[in-house]
């Protein structure tokens, strides 16, 4: 007999919350069974899983099609990227719109719809990128589907050095995804260290780094500077725009650039009319690769001064274009730039904008070269697809 009438209703249910549900998928669900059914072609069946709209994702793609029978599922659409690259017949959408931090209800309500393609796809690796979102998708439709396939798990960032502070329920999910994975990927030494305290077994550690090197770098304009990170508080550009005004004070001749947008544009613009310098700083919005590598290759120094951040591929490609970075003081910037040597580490330190243009003068001197070291640093060890075939080969000894 049901508990209470229309007129006089019982306590109302909570509504259970994204972190809620996920815990329940994640600890309910059976383990999976093995199955067998061989891949089309290339070394395995390999399933991406995440957002296909995003770049991010679709050079993942780009980087696996030709070394594996790929299949892609993407909790949003797919960019136009994905025409060609990836056949219809091995693509799923969901078509919702996934928030990285957590929330994602809808998400998870799908998740019968994605097993069932999954269990169907029979894929021996499942790759899930973001672990928070779309990792807790992918150990769910493990279980629930029964799915022989490992998981490897990518990692970008915030949800391991962002999410799993907002509270236990979070960083219990992102726990368990990383110990269900067979393999993670980290772009930092220092988020790998994060990754392994929370569970993770083995990590493998490249940057997200260039498809492409551009040319070797030229002779560039002294005070010329890039800022090209989101308009958004994350990425601090008030912070860029406080720097340059220090350096414009010191160096008249100062120019900056800021590409990409953001909620914060507008306010933004408004301080640099407040500061007088309009004639100084120019915002372009986003821009297209081939006029984003222009500014990259005119511009002697580059700013990105997030307040937390792993290794940023943006940060990879101004160094390989002969920029001078200036960073913001965490730890995986001190993986990139050996501070006063071939960029800046700044720090919040109220003295180190006062001091900032003197610091920079010294390495003037040897920009050309500083910005040739870094090039051939990202040559060595910033490309993403000799990273792809180091990763593919481990993901091999382990099957």
Known sequence: MPHGRADSPGPRPMTPTAADMARRLIRDL???????????????????????????????????????????????????????????????????????????????????????????????WLHPHYLTSHGTLTV????????????????????????????????????????????????????????RQLGAAEVQVFPFGLERMPPVPVRKAPWTFFANRGLEPIYRPERVLSAFATIASA?????????????????LEARVAELGLSRHVQFVGRLDAKTQQRHYEEAQWYFSLPSSDSVAVSVLEAMASGCIPILSDLPANHELVRS??????????????????????????QALEIGRDNHEWVRLHGQFAPAVVGLLDRMAELM
């Not at 160096?251 to 306010?267: C, I, K, Y």
């Open 251 to 267: 160096f008249p001749e100062a120019r900056l650039t800021v590409a990409n947008d953001g909620s914060l544009r507008h306010a």
């Open 30 to 124: 059976p383990e999976a069974l093995p199955q067998l059914d061989p891949p089309a072609y290339g070394r395995w069946r390999h399933v991406l899983i995440g957002d296909a709209e995003s770049p991010h994702l679709l050079k993942w793609a780009r980087a696996l099609a030709p070394q594996v029978d790929l299949w892609v599922a993407s909790s949003r659409g797919f960019a136009p990227g994905f025409e060609g690259l990836v056949p219809r017949k091995c693509r799923f959408e969901l078509g919702e719109d996934t928030r990285h931090g957590g929330g994602n209800v809808g998400v998870l309500r799908r998740l019968p719809e994605l097993g069932r393609w999954l269990q169907q796809v029979d894929a021996d």
């Open 340 to 365: 006063g040597s071939n960029g800046l580490i700044l720090t919040d330190a109220p003295i180190a904008l006062m001091n900032l243009p003197m610091q920079l003068v010294p390495m003037l001197d």
């Open 140 to 195: 769910a439709a493990k279980k629930g589907w029964k799915l022989r396939g490992r998981i490897c798990a990518s990692a970008w960032g915030s949800d391991i050095l962002v999410t799993p502070q907002r509270g236990p329920h979070y960083r219990w999910i992102t726990s368990q995804v990383l110990r269900a994975s067979a393999l993670t990927t980290s772009d930092s030494e220092h988020m790998a260290a994060q990754m």
